[in-house]
């Protein structure tokens, strides 16, 4: 007679727990493990990519469940990964603190930590982490404010050839009491590198020099094909001056009707200027027709936009739609 065989099925709950007490002897195995070598080059328990993706794993499973220990197994995967010397790991690291989702003992040093790996990231040339650097600085952001330290990372994040720092250089040299000394030249020069880099709001400010021909010889079409390249973007800057040129046919033909629909396209984009723009071309009912009340509307959007200008027209076309 066979022998009855015991059932051996194990619960949910009870996997679960030993999936946990698996993963949590592992852990507390690595982290105890000496990085070094005698050399001092690092000892790699397996390599980062490895760590990177097992992290990567628990923190999308912890997402859709919830579950506390996947977060914190994610963050000693991802601690691991960081400790191999990647610069890229670092830098993600340092984010998944600084935005929150990483949490040590309090707020203080979990944005401790995230800036400690931060700029660890941006020694090692992580360019998005020079930037990010320069802009702690620049705003103090867990730094204290200081400009000449923020100029520093936002060039050799520029030289690294990323546009946005290429602006921010272009802006320190364009600008007084920000720890360097302007220079027209320089700022044109880096302005230049920012746009042919593609970024959207230098697109904009260069474009500008061509426009208004101060330390540039004036160039209309220069100054559309600048402006243009912004707006493809959605940069609003970069719209209301495309609709400038349109409206008064500059660099480009002009075309009223089109110019208020790129004010209106600036406007919803929050700029100020784009409102004011379009608020006039309703209230004189050029390139559309007249309409006061939504005219009004873009007015009091400029008014809140900060422009005294949008508040005084806002006053005008109100009194005039209740007279």
């Not at 103090?140 to 990372?153: R, T, V």
């Not at 495309?242 to 500059?250: D, T, Y």
């Amino acid at each position: 007679m066979p022998l009855k065989r015991r059932n051996m099925k194990i619960t949910k709950e009870k996997k679960l727990s030993l999936i946990k007490q698996q993963v949590t002897n592992d852990f507390y195995a690595a982290m105890h493990t000496n990085f070094l070598n005698d050399d001092g080059s690092p000892h790699e328990i397996c390599k980062p990519e490895d760590w990177f993706l097992l992290g990567r794993k628990y923190y999308k499973e912890f997402a859709e469940d919830s579950e506390p220990y996947k977060l914190e197994t994610a963050r000693r995967c991802f601690t691991l990964a960081a400790v191999s010397g990647n610069a890229q790991f670092k830098k993600l690291l340092a984010d998944g603190y600084l935005t929150g989702v990483f949490l040590l003992e309090s707020k203080e040093k979990s944005e401790a930590e995230g800036l400690y790996w931060l700029e660890r990231a941006a020694e090692e040339n992580n360019i998005d982490a020079q930037v990010t650097m320069g802009l702690r600085y620049f705003y103090a952001k867990g730094f204290d404010k200081d400009f000449k330290e923020a100029f520093s990372w936002f060039l050799k994040a520029a030289n690294s050839g990323n546009p946005l720092a290429a602006r921010y250089v272009g802006e320190f040299y364009d600008t007084e009491g920000w720890g360097v000394t302007p220079d027209t030249d320089k700022a044109l020069e880096w302005y230049k590198k920012a746009a042919e880099g593609g970024d959207s709001f230098a697109q904009c400010l260069y474009g500008k020099e061509f426009y208004i021909g101060k330390t540039v010889p004036k160039d209309y079409e220069k100054a559309f094909e600048l402006f243009s390249a912004s707006a493809a973007q959605n940069d609003p800057n970069g719209i209301f001056m495309k609709a400038q040129c349109v409206w008064f046919g500059l660099g480009t033909e002009k075309d009223r009707q089109k110019a208020f629909e790129l004010f209106k396209k600036a406007a919803d984009l929050g700029s100020p200027q784009g409102a004011l723009d379009a608020g006039k071309a309703l209230y004189l009912g050029e390139g559309t027709e007249r309409d006061l009340e939504r005219a009004l509307v873009y007015f009091e959007q400029s008014a809140e936009g900060g422009m005294a200008e949008g508040k005084n027209a806002a006053e005008i076309c109100r009194r005039e739609i209740e007279a």
